[in-house]
């Protein structure tokens, strides 16, 4: 936005500059129009269309990390949003950051979807320090960000402090049989995560037995999504007898 441009916005009568925004898209006024000038974003918070808005997906657009900054901004001053999809935006380490920033402050958000992100194992150490503090969020989509045993070992961590998360998909990763230990180790010490998934993560009979132990003391894990067809018939039967019992409970 050109200087003319944003002199323009210093005088017009904020009913005009509403109607404005009543033909741009959510992405637009988020990451085009914030921090443009004081005036501007006074008018953005008091904009109905902002306040009412609890869901934003992003899926489809081309999104950097300027406009990832704009977007936790937003998290800050929207009292409403609830859900927010970034799916398949690569924002990288960086991007991860600033949402990690955003968890340890937000109020509302209940769904971060960062499927594709590019986090990596740095990102989810991030993450994961963001979750410690969160009170709010109850579903979070990492899957396909590159996540290893070390990242997992951080959401690990996370998970025996949080308090709200009940679903978490790690699915398509690379966690592996030591990740699992990581977090089944977690779930002895959670007693609000329902459901997770780590389907496509390199996992064998190990990380099993992980779990088979882990659930003699969790009671709330009902949905556990995993690689089934490399688990022998045994110990696949013993870790679904258990996730039944939980159910019943």
């Known amino acids: 936005m050109t200087h003319q441009d944003s002199a ?19 992405f637009t006024i988020i990451c085009s129009l914030r921090q443009v000038c004081t005036r501007l974003n006074s008018i953005m918070d008091a904009y109905p269309g902002y306040q009412e808005l609890d869901t934003l997906f ?60 590019g986090v990596g194992d740095e990102g989810a150490h991030l993450l994961a320090f963001g979750l410690q503090d969160n009170t709010t969020l109850t579903t979070l989509d990492l899957g396909s960000n590159n996540i290893n045993a070390e990242g997992a070992q951080y959401l690990a961590d996370a998970l025996r402090n949080n308090t709200t998360l009940t679903t978490l998909n790690l699915r398509v990763n ?7 230990k990581y977090l089944a180790g ?22 099993v037995e992980h779990f088979i132990v882990a ?33 019943k409970t």
Not at 8 to 26: A, G, K, Q, R
Not at 70 to 83: C, G, K, Y
Not at 222 to 237: A, C, H, I
């Open 8 to 26: 323009s916005l210093l005088t017009l009568p904020v009913e005009l500059i509403h109607m404005i925004f009543d033909n741009l898209s959510d």
């Open 58 to 117: 992003l899926c489809d657009e081309v999104v950097g990390c300027d406009q990832i900054k704009h977007i936790v901004n937003a998290l800050r001053n929207n009292p409403t949003l609830t859900e927010f999809h970034l799916n398949a935006n690569h924002i990288g380490v960086d991007g991860g950051k600033h949402f990690a920033d955003a968890l340890r402050n937000n109020k509302t958000l209940l769904t971060l979807d960062l499927a594709g992100a």
């Open 174 to 180: 690379d966690i592996g049989d030591l990740g699992a």
């Open 186 to 207: 977690a779930l002895q010490n959670n007693a609000r995560l329902m459901t997770l998934d780590l389907a496509l993560n390199d996992m064998r009979e190990e990380a």
């Open 215 to 247: 659930l003699r003391e969790n009671r709330t894990l009902t949905t556990l999504k995993f690689d089934w067809y490399r688990v022998e018939q045994n110990l696949k039967d013993r870790l679904k007898n258990q996730i039944k019992c939980n159910k």
